[in-house]
Each structure stands twice: as structure tokens, then as C-alpha cells.
């Protein structure tokens, strides 16, 4: 069965205090890896998608990596503003063929101090 | 563009009562989904659609019904709503080109947050 786990469950930066967020997946078929950003109340945005191991991307203060097992949200100098949960999820092809799996992780919680 | 349109907002359902859960988005995407996120955990699949006339079952598909008749939209339908399906509910569409890769954006609806008492 499909996996997705995302580490820490929260976290709390200083502002400019950079981290790493994590998210380790065992899933057969990786057809892609993506990244969003949950604001309270509204629907999750999306920031990333990643395809095989060792692609990187980068969008302002924030860069997600892949490896065969895991991957990576780095943020480097993070402001108030990005504070919010950051949710993983993993896409592969459904054993039975039927559909595309979609395996969320339960995210992180993020809070950036002033 | 308005992206991913959802109504309502909110809704609040008596046992046994159906309702419809509108979904629609002006990005010419193929790929539509409905998920549902229960406090603490993460988005279920319900159902998904590749294009216009096709849809399939997610991980999580009982109780609910769906149909896609245009490329635009795509509602999720609640015949007898029971207190396990209060939840909040997001429509997504993302395309997929015939190469297999995905556009880079995905979007999500804002949610429509439904209990059932």
C-alpha cells in the first residue's frame, strides 16, 4: 500500500531561521511527487511537482528535491508569510490500472516567529 | 481566469438528505478530482475524471456519485448524506499531456465545508 509521511508534524522558525521539511514515500510506479501550501480555511496551493530522483526546484525562498525515497522542502530564510501547512503528495498508477493514485501525507505545520 | 470555481461554501445537511457539490473551472484542464480532508488527515480521493464523459473511483468513492458532462465541470453528488461524509471537500483540476507530464499547476478550489447531523 501506497505511504506518504511528512515530518515534523509542526515546526517553529525564527524568521530567517532556515529548515528542511520531509516527506519519505513508499509507492510503486512514481508518476510524480507534488508539493502545496494549506492556508487555513482555503484550498491547498500548489508549489511543486517533482518527476524522478535528483530534480530540484526552486520558487523563492523555497526548493523541493527528490530522491528514490524521499523528498525534501527546504526553506532558507522564511518570513512570517510563509507560514502555513505544507502538504506532500504522491501520484503512481494504481495497481489495477483503473486510476492514477493520489496519496496525500497529513503535512506540516509551519509557523514562522517575527 | 477564475481558476477553480466551488459551491456552496457551506452547507449543513439533515441525515438522509441529497445534495449536489458544483465544481468548475475555466483552464481547459483534463484532469478533474474531488477530495475530501477530515480534520488532522490528509486529502482522500473520492472520485476522479481524465475528460469529459469519463470518470472513475478514488480511494474513498462510497456514498458518492459524479458525472462529467463538459470539460468545465464536474459535480460530486451526496444521495443520503450520513454524519460520516461532514467533511471539507475540495475540486481540483491539473492537465496532463499526452506525453504523460503534467502542467506545473495544479489548482484547488476553495473548498466546500458540508455537516451532516
Known amino acids: 500500500e501506497d505511504q506518504v509521511t511528512q515530518s515534523p508534524e509542526a515546526l517553529r522558525l525564527q524568521e530567517g531561521e532556515s529548515s528542511s521539511l520531509n516527506c519519505s514515500y513508499t509507492v510503486s510506479g512514481l508518476r510524480g511527487l507534488f508539493w502545496y501550501r494549506q492556508d487555513p480555511g482555503k484550498g491547498p496551493e500548489f508549489l511543486f511537482t517533482l518527476y524522478s530522483a535528483g530534480e530540484e526546484k526552486e520558487k523563492e525562498r523555497l526548493k523541493a528535491t527528490l530522491t528514490k525515497k524521499e523528498s525534501f522542502l527546504h526553506i532558507t530564510a522564511p518570513k512570517p508569510e510563509d507560514s502555513a501547512t505544507y502538504l506532500c503528495a504522491v501520484q503512481a498508477l494504481h495497481p489495477s490500472g483503473g486510476y492514477q493514485k493520489v496519496t496525500f501525507g497529513t503535512g506540516t505545520k509551519l509557523q514562522v516567529i517575527p | 481566469n477564475a481558476g477553480v470555481t466551488q459551491t456552496p461554501k457551506f452547507r449543513i445537511l439533515k441525515i438522509g438528505q441529497s445534495m449536489t457539490l458544483q465544481c468548475t473551472q475555466d483552464m481547459n484542464h483534463n484532469y478533474m478530482y474531488w477530495y475530501r480532508q477530515d480534520p488532522g488527515m490528509g486529502l482522500k480521493l473520492i472520485y476522479y475524471?481524465?475528460?469529459?464523459?469519463?470518470?472513475d473511483k478514488g480511494e474513498v468513492p462510497n456514498g458518492y456519485n459524479v458525472s462529467r458532462s463538459t470539460t468545465e465541470d464536474f459535480p460530486l453528488r451526496l444521495e443520503l448524506a450520513a454524519p460520516s461524509q461532514t467533511s471539507v471537500y475540495f475540486c481540483a483540476s491539473i492537465h496532463q499531456e499526452p506525453s504523460g507530464r503534467w502542467t506545473d499547476t495544479q489548482y484547488f478550489g476553495p473548498g466546500t465545508r458540508l455537516t451532516v447531523l
Open positions: 475524471s481524465v475528460g469529459a464523459g469519463i470518470t
